[in-house]
């Protein structure tokens, strides 16, 4: 039995991979990296291991050829994806939705026993989330259960405050920016009411309007 | 956001201070405690009895009875802990993966579906203040509870 854990970023997948391999390790399942910065001598170990841990480019580029190795690919049995929200962009997006595609057909040509293939994927705010798992169906093509939880979920509420300061396009932008440093306590004063504040700029000329 | 960092994150909050609002505490600690586990028994006796040599390798998924843990639904998390979901309900040998007693509102509403079923699951959480930036196209069509302002350059 494998498990593939995809996320977009190899920072993340190290993140995952160092947590992950103590905590299985009680349970005798070893768990390991497989992104960019893998040895390639290391994958014979990879192939044993039974919870994979990797990027969605490294996982397009080995399971590319997967009928090679349809062996290895009828162990797997479940497939996490983190921050799947990043189908939506660009080249990236299209290598997340080719390897999720390409798992849906590895799980409909050779299904491990009865079990088919579960996909289990968390995301940030999608607007149109069902339609994710409607793309996200399993081998029979029902969708997959869609859980939303909205921003009455933050442990903490938070009071949000958007404010815009257009910039003069004559104004050179490092001085804008040094003039949005001296308005930062005149902000905070206003609206932080004593509590932690996070400010967020956001720099982005299609919103300077 | 990742599931993951959110078992980090959001848990560290410590709701039973944070909030001059909590009540019911006593009250609500009972349902949740391990004495009312009992209940729950059918399922660690399905687990135990299975053989489980590579810790995934057997399916117990399939005889244990979908449960209702009496999670209310949201909103309701600063009150008291019965909104959330011991991780004692899990197996044994997972519950030691968690460094916290409970787990947090989005794990609770969903540790049923996602420990009980086999079906495919999206999860969708409110995340960064990044997201939130992106809902002033809502606010200002008056979707969002976001307040804009505008100022002079």
């Given amino acids: 039995m494998k498990v593939i854990y995809i996320a977009p970023m190899k920072a993340l997948c190290h993140e995952r991979a160092n947590d992950w391999q103590q905590k299985f390790a009680k349970l005798n399942l ?25 990027t ?28 799947i929200h990043t189908v939506k962009e660009g080249s990236r997006g299209a290598t997340l939705e080719v390897i999720v595609s390409r798992m849906k057909i590895v799980a409909r040509e ?26 996200l169906c399993d081998s029979s093509g029902n969708p997959a259960q869609v859980r939303l939880f909205g921003e009455e979920y933050r442990p903490v509420q938070i009071s949000k405050h ?14 804008f920016e040094k003039s949005l440093d001296y308005r930062l306590f005149e902000t905070l004063s206003a609206y932080s009411d004593g509590k932690p504040t996070l400010v967020v700029v956001h720099f982005n000329p299609v919103l300077l309007h | 956001m990742s599931l993951f960092r959110l078992e980090n994150q959001e848990f560290e909050i410590d709701w039973e201070q944070s909030d ?16 009312d586990l009992n209940e729950f028994s059918h399922f660690d006796s399905g687990a135990e009895s299975s ?38 309900h899990l197996d044994q040998r997972f519950a030691s993966f968690f460094s916290f007693e409970y787990f947090n509102a ?11 079923s086999t079906q495919n699951v999206v999860i969708s959480c409110i995340g960064s203040l990044f997201s939130t930036y992106r809902q002033r196209e809502d606010s200002i069509a008056g979707a969002s509870d976001i307040k804009c302002t505008k100022n002079k350059p």
């Fill in chain 1, 110 to 135: 050779c299904g491990h026993r009865n079990n088919n293939l579960r996909i289990v994927a968390v995301s940030a705010t999608i607007p149109n989330l069902q339609d994710i798992g409607d793309w």
């Fill in chain 2, 51 to 88: 053989h489980f040599d590579n810790g995934l390798e057997h399916d117990f998924i399939e005889e244990n009875p979908r449960y209702d843990y009496g999670i209310p639904n949201y909103p309701d998390i600063s009150a008291n802990r019965s909104s959330f979901l011991s991780t004692a």
């Fill in chain 1, 162 to 175: 958007v404010l815009s300061y257009p910039a003069s396009t004559s104004k050179n932008p490092f001085q």
């Fill in chain 2, 106 to 116: 989005v794990q609770s509403q969903s540790f049923d579906l996602m420990y009980h």
């Fill in chain 2, 20 to 35: 001059n609002d909590f009540i019911d505490y006593s009250h609500s600690y009972g349902r949740n405690s391990r004495n």
């Fill in chain 1, 30 to 54: 070893t768990c390991n990296e497989l992104t960019g910065d893998t040895d390639y001598t290391q994958s014979s170990k990879i192939k044993s291991s039974n919870i994979i841990v990797t």
């Fill in chain 1, 56 to 83: 969605p480019e490294k996982w397009d580029s080995t399971t590319r050829k997967w009928r090679d190795q349809k062996n290895l690919m009828k162990l797997i049995c479940l497939l996490l994806i983190d921050e």
